[in-house]
């Protein structure tokens, strides 16, 4: 018998129609009702952290699940997170890093319909994520369409498709298929490495995507505003202007007094490298701080823990220089 932690946080998963639209309701004893036995060899023990929708999930909550999940360890065979889809993909990239090495699956899941309305997708993801938390393979993940996903892998890249998620970069940890839930464990082995949980934060950073004729300007603004880290979204392999609009010098100037600032691409798919154009690396030469081929939020939330853990532009340099997880690779 495996010993399942269920964590409600809400999303379209347990949401019901109500005067504002769709409205997380359901608490995790209706799901566990809703969706009745389907594992005797699962023990399911199924609590509430909050009933929210994704966006208004924040930092805070984060690191308040990590501290709940890294408490229980040792108690459960694997942990469940009932999540909305919206900002699922920050809360596992965060996960990932604030609970490092964790033995236990650890499996992030939500649904793009409520449970319960015919058709929904809620209980075959959920019944994804329970077979993926009685696995034994510790480590974030996320399980959505009949797939099981690195959580620091993870982007929601479609709004309303069953196929809402996408691991970026890096290939799928698993799929359901005729003979069931089928993982490629080479993908996940673990470091071997003592687990660790390291749940401080900063959300003082800002992200700046850039588009032709971007003022520079704004780079003083944040810096005079007491913000601690920047993410520039580049254009292409992650060029940055340095003519009619001059970045450059900001970005000098910034990283000169300690700043750090993170340069990756607009691109979803394929990774960043500053090495091949000028326009990259005259912003390496300045300070820029490479991204390789992290996602969008696995760089917004390696940044906010980085600057939990250290303020000082090389320490933030010397996180971005190795992975904490597998958020990363250089090629
Ligand atoms: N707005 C919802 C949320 O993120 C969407 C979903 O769960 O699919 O909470």
Known sequence: MKNILLINTGGTFSSRPGDHGLTPELASGDICNLIGEFDPALSIVAEDYCSLDSSNIAPDDWQKLAL?????????????LIHGTDTLAYTSSMLSYMLQNIPVPVVVT???????????DAADNLRCALQMAASGYGGVFVAFDRKIMLGCRTSKVRTVSFNAFE?????????????????????????????????????RIAVLKLFPGMNP????????????????????????????????????RASRSGLPILVGSQC??????????????????????????????AVVTKLMWCLGQAKDREAVQQFFQRAITKEVSFS
């Open 68 to 80: 709940r999940i890294g408490e229980k360890v040792g108690f459960y065979d694997g942990v469940v």
């Open 110 to 120: 939500g649904s793009q319909m409520p449970l319960g309305v015919p058709m929904s």
């Open 167 to 203: 691991s970026i970069n890096y290939p799928y940890i698993g799929e359901v298929n005729a003979f069931g839930l089928h993982l490629h464990l080479e993908q996940a082995q673990a470091s071997g490495s003592p687990f660790q949980i390291q749940a401080a934060y900063s959300d």
């Open 217 to 252: 300007d704004i780079f003083r603004f944040l810096h005079e505003h007491g913000y601690e880290g920047i993410y520039i979204e580049g254009f292409g392999l992650g060029g940055v202007p340095f003519l009619k609009s001059d970045f450059t010098a900001e970005i000098r």
């Open 268 to 297: 979803r798919y394929e990774g960043s490298n500053l090495n091949v154009y000028e326009t990259g690396q005259r912003i390496l030469e300045c300070g820029g701080i490479p991204v390789h081929d992290m996602t969008y939020e």
